[in-house]
Nanobody, 115 residues
Framework: QVQLVESGGGLVQPGGSLRLSCVASGIVFRTFAMGWYRQTPGAQRELVASITTSGGTNYIDSVKGRFTISRDNAKNMVYLQMNSLKPEDTAVYYC?????????WGQGTQVSVSS
């Protein structure tokens, strides 16, 4: 049974930082490209950042230079370091395989950016 468990969200002021973590179980983690997605109420879930099996990364334009995705295959974990956060980054963040999400979604972690 595949499980994806996200953590690390919270309330932060504009300009602040957060580090999200996701642990995957039930898959051969190192064989999958992984991604961080986010969703706001009434909107489609969007892929924000992805990392290939060899460590290549890709980001949407709005987070380039501010977000960094990384992975630790020994721990089955993927991370998202988010700096210089903006109110428009407010969303529920999820991890899953990338570019296509193959597995059931976890509960996500709420990121709220507000003064």
């Amino acid at each position: 049974q595949v499980q994806l468990v996200e953590s690390g969200g919270g309330l932060v002021q504009p300009g602040g930082s957060l580090r999200l973590s996701c642990v995957a179980s039930g898959i051969v983690f190192r064989t999958f490209a992984m991604g961080w997605y986010r969703q706001t109420p009434g909107a489609q879930r969007e892929l924000v950042a992805s990392i290939t099996t060899s460590g290549g990364t890709n980001y949407i334009d709005s987070v380039k230079g501010r977000f960094t995705i990384s992975r630790d295959n020994a721990k089955n974990m993927v991370y998202l370091q988010m700096n210089s956060l903006k109110p428009e980054d407010t969303a529920v963040y999820y991890c899953n395989t990338a570019v296509k999400a193959f597995f059931s979604w976890g509960q996500g972690t709420q990121v709220s950016v507000s003064s």
